[in-house]
């Protein structure tokens, strides 16, 4: 996969795509970003593109990297992160009890340290995929209805898309949608299940999104409040 690099923002991965209509780039879950674009763009061009927007893409970078795990803090559609301070603890533990990501920490340690973000960003993870095969299939089934049809669903994290589809029918989705609203889970999986009937982004999808999440240009805005990170 080919790479440019830029002096500011370092090795940014370009993924070219037959069905694209204009650049799009993301910082994704691994700490780099992504350029998409048509297949027919110049890398040139890119490279101007970034050097433009690069304050913005920045800051992008800097809210992800901060973007730190706080007592209190909602955890997917059910959970929540308590922290507790314990003498009798030597090393920080991270336990799920019930709907609570407990995480006890000994003296000196704070939940800002980078080793106990680790770990909670494990626990995390394995809460939310828990969520997210609880719910996600469910629902996409009932969007689908009798409307469309898909071969399999899998999950994923390690990608800096909220989800995708495959030729051959296969939905992929990001666990990280269990941090959204219900109403934006609903237009990713809406979005998905279009695409098992128009592997683009024409008007024809639009018009075929448009059927099934009337708010989608709505909705379609706020999601860039979110960002499918960890």
């Not at 626990?123 to 995929?129: H, Y």
């Amino acid at each position: 996969m080919p790479t440019i690099h830029d002096e500011v923002l370092g090795e940014i991965i370009v993924r070219r795509t037959k069905n694209a209509r204009s650049i799009r780039i993301k910082y994704a879950a691994n700490g780099k970003f992504t350029a998409s674009i048509p297949s027919l763009t110049p890398l040139f061009y890119l490279k101007r593109v970034v050097r433009d927007s690069r304050d913005d893409l920045a800051k992008l970078a800097k809210a992800s990297a901060t973007d730190a795990y706080r007592e209190g803090q909602a955890i997917g559609q059910l959970h929540t992160l308590a922290v507790v301070q314990s003498s009798l603890r030597d090393m920080p533990v991270i336990e799920t009890r019930h709907n609570t990501i407990v995480t006890t920490l000994p003296p000196g340690k704070d939940i800002a340290d980078a080793d106990v973000q680790s770990l909670v960003r494990k626990e995390v993870e394995r809460v939310l995929r828990k969520e997210a095969k609880a719910y996600l299939p469910k629902r996409l089934g009932q969007l689908a209805g009798e409307h469309f049809s898909y071969e399999r669903v899998r999950f994923s994290h390690a990608s800096g898309r909220w989800g995708s589809c495959s030729s051959n029918g296969t939905i992929s989705l990001n666990i990280a949608l269990m941090k959204l609203p219900p109403q934006l889970i609903d237009y990713v999986l809406v979005h998905e299940l279009a695409h098992t009937r128009e592997m683009n982004h024409s008007p024809q999808f639009w018009r075929l999104v448009g059927e099934y999440d009337g708010l989608y240009k709505l909705h379609r805005r706020q999601m860039k409040q979110y960002t499918p990170h960890l």
